[in-house]
């Protein structure tokens, strides 16, 4: 942060604290908030000025090492888990005066939730915040690794949708590694993929597990055990009406299973049909990778969802993209979800039924998928964002330009964006867009500084060296580079294959 220039407002991720002269009670609500949630920086010795628009300045800290000594001397007494070290804390002059600047890292889920005084904090916007009972609920969830592999009391096969788990057994019977299920009978064939499972913790007898339920129970029997399982498909690319097509549990007797069977057909029908033409002018098709992406996303949505949490499952297709929503905090870093090759899951059951029909990656590889389809067919990069609460993954289906339509954009704004996009750079100067769209000096500023307003560009570099770009968060900015050795693979073999 540079502290010469206007101080930004607080957020989820940053807190101001005046603490001129000694540490306050909420430094420590504002720490346990940021390790149960999603981290931040707390800075020392800025306070809050007292006019009618909020904004802040820099006060300093009267003695820094004797409140240095105070924090480190209390903080372990305070907080039941401490993720700051020595390198997360350090002292700033700026000018005259000296301000503390103490990072904040989340903490592992294993050792959430973290106390300050025997008390829950989490961070909601700018604000900290005592956990709620169900939040408290979540923060504990959050930390196993089991949550699907309860053995539950008085459920058995008739609580099953058995034509379900008849298909399914049809599906991996054609699979080579399980020829060997075909013509085994049905209560064995749950017992062999943890459908079924011996109750170690209590009486030994075999029942259905959590996951299992969850993945073939019929809905009624589902609802006595999760009563807010939903899980919801809105068709929404038709703008005239409220939606074309619902998929929901809400209106039929659907579980985990038969809602991915039914979504994955019907959100086909969706997709934008791009092609390519070879030396011959005979059409490839390229949307297939578009269809994996979608079917990983959903897989995604469905294996790492809270079903215990109070949220519906929903996905959306809209005119220019895909939502997909479900309850419960990723358990890995949102940055590393397009990019990572192994995952974390809080329902092994059903993580596992997918990877056995072969439509889950178990090493983790569906964010690289749905990255990589995007880059090929040249669509708005995806993003994906997590709090305690949910996880949201967007999927474009529209170029970065044409995801912006019906929005309030006017033709010089548009005429900008065009020259990036196709300049094939990823930042043009500010004489470089002049150039390219035959603007004045004066409306390419305009239209610039509208762009930032809208958070559609952003400004890289200072004085001379200043260009505008497209902006990419954390988490795209590691897939643009992991993914760079794979798709010259893949753009190599569709070379040849056109030169056949």
Partial sequence: MDYLKQLPMENEHRE???NRIKLTKDLWETISAFENTDGGVIVLGITEKEEREKSFEITGVQDPQQVLDDFWS?????ISYKTISNDDVKTIQVRNKVIIEINVNEAPDNKKPVYSNGQ??????????KASREQKGTLLRQSADDLDTKVLKNYNEEDLNIDDVRRYKEILGKRKQYKRYRDMDIENFLIRIGVKAKDYENDGKYGITAGGLL???????ILHTFPHFQLDYFDRTNPSERWNKRISSVEDNLNIFSFFESVTSAIKTTIPD????????????TGGEMEVALREAIINMLMHADYYGDAPIKAEANIN???FTNPGK???PSQDFFTTNSTKTRNPVISKLFVQMGDGERAGQGGEKIYEAAVTSNFRLPSISTNIEQTNLKIWKVAYLGSFDGESIDDNEKGILKSIMVSGNTMLSHKEIESSTGLSRAFVTNALNSLMDKGILIKYGKARSTKY????????????????????????????????
């Fill in 330 to 332: 990723m358990k890995i």
């Fill in 215 to 221: 993945f073939f129970g019929e809905n009624n029997a």
């Fill in 274 to 285: 791009p092609f390519e033409l070879d030396s011959d002018l005979r059409r490839l098709d």
């Fill in 74 to 78: 209390t903080v372990d007494n305070i």
């Fill in 321 to 323: 993209f895909y939502n």
């Fill in 120 to 129: 829950i904090y989490i961070r909601q916007g700018a604000v900290d915040s």
């Fill in 469 to 500: 770009g497209i902006p990419s968060s954390e988490e795209q900015l590691m897939a643009q580079l992991q993914i760079m050795p794979s798709l010259f693979r893949r753009i190599n073999s569709r070379f040849v294959k056109k030169n056949k």
């Fill in 16 to 18: 101001y604290k005046q």
